[in-house]
């Protein structure tokens, strides 16, 4: 078996540029520059030390492999209820981010209007 140059060279410069990318991303989390993410990387970070610190890791290895091979079959039996109630989960959703966006913007006139000078 053999590989060119320049079957070598493209895949190098593949891999460069998806550990650019993803160096760019852990530095922007990093800096805090993209709240959102920063945020999901934190919370994400804290459910795994609790839930490391509940188990020991050979637990943990056998109960998500249960998991990984378990949810795929059940959603498949029962696809059509679990999309409704994910459609409706949705739905509840998008009206609490209503409530609480209108709520926020009251708020928020609300303190930047006693943020200024009288």
Known sequence: MHLSKEVMNE???LVHS???VALLAFH???LGKDSKLFYRVAIS???ISVIGSLTDFC???YTS???VFTIPVLY???EDYVDRYL???YVEMQMYKGIYSEYFHKVKNWILEKKKPG
Do not use: G
């Open 65 to 67: 492999l249960v998991t």
């Open 59 to 61: 637990t943990l290895f």
């Open 45 to 47: 970070l804290w459910l």
């Open 28 to 30: 922007d989390v990093a």
């Open 76 to 78: 498949e039996k029962y």
């Open 87 to 89: 459609k409706l989960a």
């Open 18 to 20: 998806h550990v650019n």
């Open 11 to 13: 895949a190098a410069v």
